[in-house]
């Protein structure tokens, strides 16, 4: 159009066009909404393969397991002495003795086992730092199937003759669990069908035997309150029993029951009581300090069917080293609770380290044996000190120190304890560090030699305390325990129970810090922080046996025959609370690999 | 003085502006949370966070956050984008008001593929995602806590191609302590 044309067409119609600049500005305002809002989703795209689970994409896993599960009742777990083929508990029977009747490989054989096969549980994710990472498990085996558990919310079901994977269940543990001390698993249980598994994140799992999917799930402890879950869950009758952690958060400890069937919550039992309960005039008056008193739960208990006991050991009270804000000897903490598996009720107690300075939390496991008419229990202390009591009553029958200590005197045959020294603001050298003299590793109980094998951590601390202020989720020690890393060293020993006496010692360079197995071929198997496997002689300790397995053994091996054929389990995979136990080994390479060796 | 078509067409600009993902965030309950730390990050992270200056993709973060809608079917629902030759993922983070199912809805905007790599109950969920596609996972995180997801193609990863899915609230109920209720970090 000419211009004269437009103002012709303007002086006609009346209408006239915005103004250049009212134009420009709405221009620039549509470009910059343009630019500055979200662009629209691009729902034309073609459409992506489906999702699918990252273990579909497995083809070398099974994908099931044969059912071997739904015959396995707590009954039977009571008679698993009858079938020490397989591995059916944590602890390889309810008594805790973690002794094997097979015979197969025995003392003059061992030099010629070998690895039969070998699992490597796999990478390790983004949940926590490469520190705190542990292969920990004890592994379970019915009739032919292994039933691994890992860190990271893995759990496994292998053959247990060849390694080959059945299927795999992984929960999804958050980033941010407040894990004290490692990411770390140690085993499940099995049994009415059904794999149960405790998460980081204290969720307890009822996975299907069979398949690996998840048949119920419930929550047993509170993630925000700084509590979280590294046990491995016990089958009693029909009831499944696990146990807290978080004493080092300023928790208060329980146990809790669920029904194995449906997963309802049938009871919890705190270990630390409320004002005016049982045990509660061993806390200060007017004081939240019971609220924070720990006393958790963290290792697996041992039962007795006839007493219809079981005896669960307490953590350290909160928090670990100041104990001036909860004067009293802190029930029930540090001790071992004998408890009726139906309701919870705390049958009665044994207390080894009332009013814990030092971190000895009491959680070892209790042997339960019988011996020369009596039923006893043995407990190696983390405070130095084999305690052996009658698990009827919880009557003392001795009590001996095992290594170095220098905490404590305590009266042989009273028990009767008599501090000698505590942490002070400037650092106190102590015997044993807050590791103990034995850390969590469990002790075995050989039926063939009617001795007692521990693991030992020689290791000395320079204790401190300092005042804190409670925060919920935060960690709450109080002050802090600085191992003295050049007096500390590693034994296994051989103690004669009815005296307490030392039969034999085996001796290492660093603690030893992995469950030993006794079996009735006369062997003792330990595991080394440096990556050793080795077979001891039961009778005199002598080293039959060595095999290296590329990363330090913290976890509880097993040993169970398959078509014939004995194997010895061993998880290897070096971590944890290196700090505490072992900081000379701080720097030394993870590991996530089960072994597992058989003669030729 | 501007006639109404031009008033209308402020009008209508205003209301998209106050849509906006810009002017939503000059709301009162955002402005408060400003502390000199975060205004130092946003300010500065640009400088360092453009690809090959300090960092050969994206600060990871840099994707932002967005809360998943939680839909009748009680299903948590987002949308995540994989913009052009960044390495992130858009939002970042996702977050779900309580622990549940989640549905992502992922778009790669991108040249190259990637896969999304979900943690989930039972198992990690795997969504292939060649250029120019769209998928969805579902996954079930019903725990509170952080997640992390990413893409395990190379690097990408380590690159900047990691996200959290955060789920928030409480344990149930019935396994909290027996306690008085304790004072938590942020009271202080």
Known sequence: MTIEQRARRRARTGKTRAPVSTRLSATAVALLLALACSKPFPTHYPVSPPAVSFKALDASMAGSAPDVASRVTSQRIAGAREEPHNWLTYYGAYDGQRYSALDQINAGNVAGLRPAWSFQAGVIGVIAAPATYAFEAAPLVVDGVMFLSGYDGYVWALDAATGRMLWQYRHAVPLDVPLCCGNVNRGVAVGLGKVFYASPNAQLVALDAITGRVMWQKTFADVRAGESATVAPLLVKNLVIVGSSGAEYGVRGHLDAFDAGTGRHVWRRYTVPRPGEPGSETWPANSLAWATGGGTTWITGSYDPELDLLYWGTGNPGPDFDGAVRPGNNLYTNSVIAVDPDDGTIRWHYQWTPHDLWDYDGVNENILFDLDGRKLLAHFDKNGHLFVLDRTNGRLVRVTPFGRVTWADVTESTGAITVKLRPTPAGQRICPGPAGLKEWPHAAFSRATELLYVPVVEQCATFKVMRQEFSEGMAYWGGEASPIRTEQWGEVKAIDPRTGQQRWSWRFAHPIVASVLATAGDLVFAGTPTGEVVALHARTGAELWRYQTGSGIHSSPVTYRVNGKQYVAVPSGWGGWMKGFAPEMYGANRGNTLFVFALP | ?188
């Open chain 2, 1 to 188: 003085m501007p006639g109404p078509p031009a008033l209308a067409a402020c009008a209508i600009v205003a209301l998209a502006l106050a849509g906006c993902d810009y002017v939503r965030l000059l709301r009162p309950s955002v402005l408060k949370q400003l502390n000199p730390d975060v205004v130092r990050l946003v300010n500065e992270l640009p400088a360092v966070d453009d690809a090959n200056e300090a960092l050969v993709a994206r600060l990871f973060a840099h994707g932002g956050l967005s809360w998943a809608d939680r839909g009748r079917d009680g299903v948590y629902r987002d949308q995540v984008r994989i913009p052009r030759n960044q390495y992130i993922w858009k939002p970042a983070i996702v977050v779900m008001g309580a622990g549940g199912e989640l549905e992502i809805d992922v778009a790669n905007d991108d040249e190259v593929f990637h896969i999304a790599l979900v943690p989930s109950n039972g198992g990690r969920q795997v969504l292939e995602l060649p250029v120019r596609t769209r998928g969805k996972v579902r996954v079930r995180l019903d725990q509170p806590g952080l997640y992390w997801f990413g893409c395990p193609v190379a690097n990408h990863a380590g690159r900047g191609m990691l996200g959290i899915v955060m789920v928030k609230g409480e344990v149930d109920p019935a396994a909290r302590l027996d306690r008085p209720k304790m004072p938590r970090p942020e009271d202080r």
